[in-house]
């Protein structure tokens, strides 16, 4: 397994996926750069009038619902209509769901109108996803991880797709297949937009590879050990979101099969 | 009154305030990165369909009007309406206010319909909300500085809250306290944002400790102490940026206590 | 002739001209922070409200249409009508204008209400807007290069302005003079927003200078020649992207002198 994990890297650099993404305002530019990093071509159309035809040429479609103007909900749901009608695989990071009402609307009618093929959250918003108790802060999640692999596999199969929990550990289940992941840094959670980052380059990872549930052990997995690489530079939060962009343009497929610490329940 | 001052990051490190931004997007990032690195936790929620129930649970909410969509201007009203309902601490950052008439449009209506407790402006900004004569080019003041201090605590007295004007002196007043900040680096004026960083670092502050004059005082003085840090490292803009940030995340009380040059009239 | 493109920096340095600049929330504070390294004064007022009164202030107009709100694409028409009324140059950047239709609706709506006094795309766009056959994915350019020395020319001479096509080598035209550039790095194509910031850097030549051509080979010059002191202290894009701001900064006119690497056909 962890060898189809490692070698997306290269599928990613040699194929180039061009990875729509409509996302956040705070993050958007890490989003981009780090897909570029990763080797992907990022392009974030988010125009009502464009999203509908973008999303069809292609190679996946990232939804990111954090600073959800109201143009933009509309070109979001124009965008995952068209993924559905052009088979293109969608990730959804349904940032903030458990703390503003209005956020679950909109999911909701992701869900009803399109199809998702992963979810990624933090560990409180796919507890609230699932329908088990949680706690979240804003936008983040403070939750004690009681029945975490249980809330993610019900997800899974409550919605036929992967799901990925980002936390102290990292989950990923297809509702059959589990992984848990034991690498990052605390590093991660100084800056903004890592949880964002990990959501963009999952596209990547699911345009490059038909297994969502490994696709999405890989993108958590670049992330995770490029934030390790660059904790060896610098311990200090503005230099170490630099330092991650440049770690992901240096990660190597060796580095996945020395350095992941992947268990498979 | 430096005690009281030194004391409020500390504060803040142990409470994770969470504060509420809707700020423009060309720093959206920086303010969100720097609150993490003093250790708050931003959300930077701006939806129409959000912001009042966002406000309502937040521990501080950071208005800043510098690309103000007729969206941002729908949810910033609603956003400062509920902090008035639910007591929740607001900064206004009144970016352009002399030289777009649309921007006083927006402030009035902040006024009439909220509550504010700091307003954060350059010099310029504040002598025109002050009703003085004033100099600003686009969204930078050159005013020469006439008549400063008088401006700050005629516009505190006015409108019975403090006043923060940012220069290559900082005042701080409420109008009965006033206070000069000799700190800093024309390193500052080479990047964009920092206006928009010592906003949103004065809302964590805010939310920290009840006398906003100090609260102030805390916020411009970890901004210039951080500058002042970040130059020993750095002369270029780029890197500066990246440092500040860095330097942010390792200011100590006794920085504070130590490097400030703060003047009581 | 190059003495008068290396003498720009120092004039716009020395003027600090204004520079209005509407353009995508993916870049747009690298924008910002690009301009303010070179010596410019930015501001992105891109409200519907503001642009027309902004406009008409600034000292030049840049438009970005990467991502292209309904908002977004009403400023940018009171803004390019305000620039003609208060002749104010306008610097046009047709970002994945081959790829979505809805971009040329809104370009064909600007050459009708208003004044371009440069084009500035990848080789893709401008072939395409120059009614050849062309090549793009997404935002970028994978253009073959055939023709397009006379494809610039002709759009040039159509529209009766300048013309900037960013490639491995960069064409810059007046329809009669011709300009090649062979300055530059790999390394600006893994970021994003190097197309961008040589769009802004040209609104801020454009100001300093009334000659469109040697203003247009200024800008192109400086970002290639920035890129390429950058290139000697790093090799990966995240650090890349923070010393490129630093080596505009430092740019000196005989840097232009000394290492510019222009044809003139």
Redesign the interface.
Known sequence: MINDVSKIITNVRTTTP?I?AIT???????C??IL??YGA??????????TY??AS??SALYINI????????QAIIMAVISAKNYNVPVVLDPV?CG?????MDVINRIFQLGKVDIIKGNLGEIKYLAGYESKS????SIDDGNNSVEACESLALKYNCTVIATGAEDIVTDGKRTAIIKNGTKLLT????AGCMVGALTAATAAAEKDKFIAGIASVLAMNLAGEHAEKL?K????F???????I??LKEEDFLKEGKVTWL
């Open positions: 061009l729509h956040n305002y705070v993050t958007i530019n890490d981009a750069n570029l990093s071509s990022p392009a974030m159309a988010e125009a009502y009038d464009e035809d973008f040429i292609s954090g600073t959800l103007t109201k143009e933009q909900e903030a703390a503003i009402k209005r956020k802060r804003g936008v983040d100084l800056i903004t937009g610098t200090a939060p503005g230099s979101r630099v330092k991650l962009i440049d770690e343009y240096n």
